[in-house]
């Protein structure tokens, strides 16, 4: 059963991020997740709409790279 309802508010939009990651997002990772895409961006923890704007632009930009930053990044913090 998908669990993407109770993630943070941009979470839905990015699940083809996720998937090439090979990433499952749960309740027990979903938060280190959040934390890992805020210290990529650069952006205040818990500031969806700030974090949302600029993962639409990083992704944009750049896809490959914030895909391979959030692999690296996660795995730091796990």
Same mark, same amino acid.
């Given at each position: 059963? /998908?669990?993407?309802?109770? =993630?943070?508010? &941009?979470? %839905?939009?990015?699940?083809? +991020?996720?998937?090439?990651?090979?990433?499952? +997002? =749960?309740?027990?990772?979903? %938060? @280190?997740?959040? %934390? !890992?895409?805020? %210290?990529?961006?650069? +952006? @205040? &923890?818990?500031?969806?709409? !700030?974090?949302?704007?600029?993962?639409? /632009?990083?992704? !944009?930009?750049? @896809?490959? /790279?914030? +895909?391979?930053?959030?692999?690296? @990044?996660? =795995?730091?913090?796990?």
């Amino acid at each position: 059963m /998908s669990r993407w309802f109770v =993630t943070t508010c &941009y979470f %839905r939009h990015i699940q083809h +991020v996720f998937k090439k990651i090979g990433m499952q +997002v =749960t309740n027990e990772n979903k %938060r @280190e997740i959040d %934390r !890992a895409i805020h %210290r990529i961006l650069g +952006v @205040e &923890y818990k500031n969806c709409p !700030a974090t949302w704007k600029e993962l639409k /632009s990083r992704l !944009a930009k750049d @896809e490959d /790279s914030f +895909v391979s930053n959030l692999k690296k @990044e996660f =795995t730091k913090s796990v």
